[in-house]
């Protein structure tokens, strides 16, 4: 499996790349966009809630503190987000190229993971940059990013892909997911801060693999501590079981998957 | 003999039905559910192709072909039984699929043949061959949404076949694009042959199942009705046709060895068939241009409305070289009575090539043989035309030419 994939290499990567320059080929700023649209999100929100919160942010005097707290989560969200939607429907969408030619399926979930980080790169690369301008340091707590983004595409990837072979059978998982997806941002802290929770509350909120993440990217972009070891490896185990559970479910439901597609 | 490229045993596709969807799900899992309805699209299908042939796969709509097309690929998954393929495969199944409008032709190339499982390094050797095959100038470097549909075919063409594959698959595509790129795709299509490619051919045409494909294989609602040469087979999926009117389909193998395939409802049949020469003497050799006579007897055994007699001369290959029928020529027999004996006499210049040349024949009310056949009869009548005193040439028709040579400058003639 791993060897047909990696005979494939060169497919996944212009896949990738194609996958980036359709989304911005006819419009003027071209990838410019792939910054913009989560800044401007965030702006937003900054705009709106910066008031009713900044307030509250404990520990940093900086004005400018909501603004990386806020981009800080949306990175970990974002990621996530934009894996989870695209592999919900990726044998849907791929239908035609699955229902024609025999290519290693595993492609389609890498050109999907491929594709997201480039985009949350971008981002990072943007947030870095706010971060730096507005006059802090960099930390070295920032060498854990590359471990943040790894378990959550890995947790994104695994849950995304059990409920994309179940929406190739029942289509109704994806609509559903849609209204999920919304709610779950919202029990999860980006725009605001955990602590504002009452205390049952903020209990049940540790069972939330999604605040576990986006508190490590707060701690470590923001506050400069190290994440919570312990919640990683928690995430990270889950992770490997929803992957581990998606590759069974593929393969016991390929056989099927082509017939109803 | 070679070894089989394809092995096709016991195989069997069902497309399964389940009143929840949870329940397949249980049956992913082992836990053994009833589906709801099974529908068996394709059952105990064997047959073996040996490398270097070329198989044509004929059938109504609906019997199955495409389905044996994608379990072949392997994009399907058999429900029993087994395909092995011993090779790399390649399907031309429906041109053009994956194409991204937005990209431009060679970065489209580049993403179908990667999903083909071509390397970086095979996909840049191969790309000045697939630009020049494909023949379309600057427009390889615009996004494919300004193509015409025929530009994408030819694209699409030379991605597939850019390196040549063990097994080519090729569904209905033969007929797409122009004529200029049709007969150039032949032409690959042959030599890839030439150099040991088997192929797998769905078409309706027949004349292109004749002429490409040395066995046939005819399909009916999911079974293996029939395997053979493509002439016959196709002699019996043309009655086969005829005969869904609760007509009989016969066979007999005809004293040159070939299969001989009458059908039909029989209220009408052929008694007695002939070719004369000018002096009305029956002929077996016919020489180029010679003029004869075709004297068929009818024998009608019960009434019938309107009766038409139609024949065809085919050649060696079972490809129509002439034919037409009394329909055409306004010269149909209304109220036949039973008993009736009706003789037609149909005289032309034998204006064809040298070859082996056989009549069908056909007693039909139409001008179709699928409404009422009374009888279809191949291999009616055989005969050899030869060239006794014509200049040499080569080719089924005879255009006799008048050829003028004149010289402007001086030459030796």
Redesign the interface.
């Known amino acids: 499996m791993l060897l047909a994939v990696w005979?494939?290499r060169?497919?996944i990567l212009?896949?990738i790349w194609?996958d980036l320059?359709?989304r911005f080929?006819?419009s003027r700023l071209g990838a410019i966009w792939l910054i913009l649209q989560p800044l401007a999100q965030s702006a937003i929100y900054a705009l709106i809630l910066s008031r009713v919160l900044a307030a509250r942010l404990p520990g940093i005097n900086s004005q400018y503190a909501y603004v990386i707290y806020l981009l800080a989560g949306m990175l970990a969200w974002s990621l996530f987000a934009e894996v989870v939607m695209r592999c919900l429907t990726i044998f849907v969408d791929n239908s035609?190229?699955?229902?024609?030619?025999?290519?290693p399926r595993m492609c389609l979930p890498l050109v999907v993971s491929g594709s997201a980080l480039v985009n949350n790169l971008f981002l990072l690369v943007a947030t870095l940059g706010i971060y730096l301008l507005i006059g802090n340091e960099p930390t070295w707590t920032w060498l854990w990013l590359p471990v943040l983004i790894a378990i959550t595409l890995a947790f994104a990837l695994g849950l995304g892909l059990v409920l994309g072979v179940?929406n190739v059978?029942?289509r109704d998982v994806a609509q559903v997911m849609v209204v999920v997806l919304q709610l779950w941002f919202w029990l999860t802290p980006v725009v605001y801060m955990a602590s504002v929770l009452p205390g049952p509350a903020h209990a049940l909120m540790h069972l939330n693999p999604m605040y576990q993440m986006v508190t490590a990217f707060q701690e470590t972009l923001l506050w400069g501590h190290p994440p919570s070891i312990k919640g990683l490896i928690g995430v990270a185990m889950l992770s490997v079981l929803l992957l581990g559970m998606s590759l069974l479910?593929f393969r016991?439901?390929?056989?099927?998957m082509?017939?109803v597609l | 003999m070679s070894a089989p490229v394809l092995k096709i045993e016991k195989l069997g596709k069902a497309f399964r039905e389940y009143g929840m969807e949870w329940q397949r799900m249980l049956s992913w899992f082992g836990f053994t559910q009833a589906p709801a309805s099974e529908h068996w699209v394709l059952r105990h299908v064997n047959f073996e192709v040996r490398a270097g042939e070329a198989v044509g796969i004929v059938g109504q709509n609906g019997a199955g072909k495409s389905t044996l097309l994608k379990l072949v690929t392997g994009t399907l998954r058999p429900t029993e039984g087994s395909v092995r393929v011993a090779g790399r495969i390649a399907a031309i199944l429906e041109l053009g699929m994956g194409f991204n409008p937005d990209l431009t032709g060679r970065q489209n190339v580049r993403y179908s043949a990667g999903l083909m499982g071509m390397s970086a390094a095979q996909i840049e050797q191969a790309m000045p061959c697939i630009e020049e095959f494909a023949e379309i100038g600057d427009y390889f470097d615009q996004p494919i949404r300004t193509y015409s549909s025929g530009m994408q075919m030819r694209v699409a063409f030379s991605v597939v076949t850019a390196i040549r594959p063990e097994v080519l698959i090729v569904d209905e595509a033969l007929s797409v694009g122009d004529a200029y790129f049709s007969h150039k795709s032949m032409a690959r299509i042959r030599e890839f042959r030439e150099q040991g490619t088997t192929l797998l051919i769905v078409s309706h045409d027949s004349t292109a199942i004749q002429a490409l494909c040395d066995r046939a294989i005819l399909l009916d609602s999911g079974s293996l009705l029939k395997d053979g040469p493509p002439e016959e087979v196709m002699d019996y999926y043309n009655a086969l046709i005829a005969a869904k009117e609760n007509a009989s389909v016969q066979v007999t193998r005809h004293d040159s060895g070939r299969a001989q395939t009458i059908s039909g409802s029989g209220e009408a049949v052929v008694e007695s068939i002939g070719l004369f020469n000018s002096v009305d003497q029956p002929v077996e050799f016919v020489n180029v241009g010679e003029q004869v006579r075709l004297r068929v007897r009818v024998g009608v055994r019960e009434p019938i409305a309107r009766l038409v007699f139609g024949y065809m001369i085919k050649d060696r290959l079972g490809q129509p070289v002439f034919g037409t029928n009394t329909f055409h020529t306004r010269q149909t027999v209304e109220k036949v009575e039973a008993g009736q004996i009706i003789e037609y006499i149909i005289a032309f210049p034998m204006n064809i090539g040298p070859g082996s040349y056989s009549i069908s024949t056909a007693l039909v009310s139409s001008d179709t043989h699928l409404v009422d056949n009374y009888e279809w009869r191949d291999l009616a009548l055989m005969f050899t035309v030869a060239n006794a005193d014509r200049d040499y040439f080569v080719g089924i028709a005879w255009v006799p030419p008048a050829i003028e040579v004149h010289c402007k400058e001086r030459c030796v003639q």
């Open positions: 005979r494939y060169h497919f212009s896949a194609n320059r359709t080929n006819r035609n190229l699955m229902k024609k030619i025999v290519f179940l059978f029942i479910l016991r439901s390929s056989a099927d082509v017939d």
